[in-house]
Structures are given as structure tokens and as C-alpha cells.
């Protein structure tokens, strides 16, 4: 087995993250996204132009159901601490619900 040091993040995902979120009950095609993106990034507006900034992409998302969200995770290659991996999946998980919550809203107000 290679030394954890050397692997890269996506090494983690595929050899440890994976096989425990598996082995614990999750159903791989029907409760896992790897690699979500789930913001379209900032809008940056300058003049009459816009663009958009870096989408944010979470490692994985367990999903209770289809469209029910449930958990983020956020892999980290062995050089940083397990904090901010923590710090990140916490962000990501309030702009998750903050952006899912505005889109609930959205909808209501245009439905008759």
C-alpha cells in the first residue's frame, strides 16, 4: 500500500473515502455524487459585462433521497489538517442549504 503522504486527493476519495461511505450502508449509485458542483461561482460584475466566479465543488454529497441532500464531505490530502476539511464542508454545506432554500422560495412565489 502506498504511503498516505504521497497519494493524491483523489487517491484518498477512491481507496479510503469511498470504500467507507460503502461499507457503512450507502448506496453508490442512488445515494452518492462525487465531485458536485452546486453553485454556478460569484457573479462579478464590471460595467455592462458579468461573469462568474470558481463554481464551489464539494468531494461528495450523500443524498438521503434523489433531491434531498443530507451530508457534505470534503476529502484533504494528508498535508493539510482534518479542520479544514472540516472548515470547508461546513461552508459548503450552508450555501448548499442557503441556495436550496432561495430556490424553495423562488418557486412559491411564482406559483399561483
Known amino acids: 500500500m502506498a504511503d498516505k503522504k504521497s497519494l493524491s486527493e483523489r487517491d484518498i476519495c477512491s481507496k479510503y473515502i469511498t470504500p467507507a461511505i460503502t461499507s457503512a450502508g450507502w448506496d453508490l449509485h442512488a445515494q452518492i455524487r462525487e465531485e458536485v458542483s452546486f453553485t454556478k461561482g460569484r457573479i462579478i460584475v464590471r460595467g455592462k459585462l458579468h461573469s462568474h466566479g470558481e463554481q464551489k465543488r464539494a468531494d461528495y454529497i450523500l443524498y438521503y433521497k434523489s433531491n434531498i441532500p443530507l451530508a457534505v464531505i470534503e476529502a484533504k ?36
Not at 100 to 106: I, V, W
Open 77 to 112: 490530502v494528508d498535508s493539510h489538517s482534518a479542520s479544514a476539511g472540516m472548515q470547508q464542508a461546513l461552508n459548503y454545506a450552508e450555501t448548499a442549504v442557503d441556495a436550496k432554500m432561495k430556490d424553495r422560495k423562488a418557486r412559491r412565489m411564482c406559483s399561483p
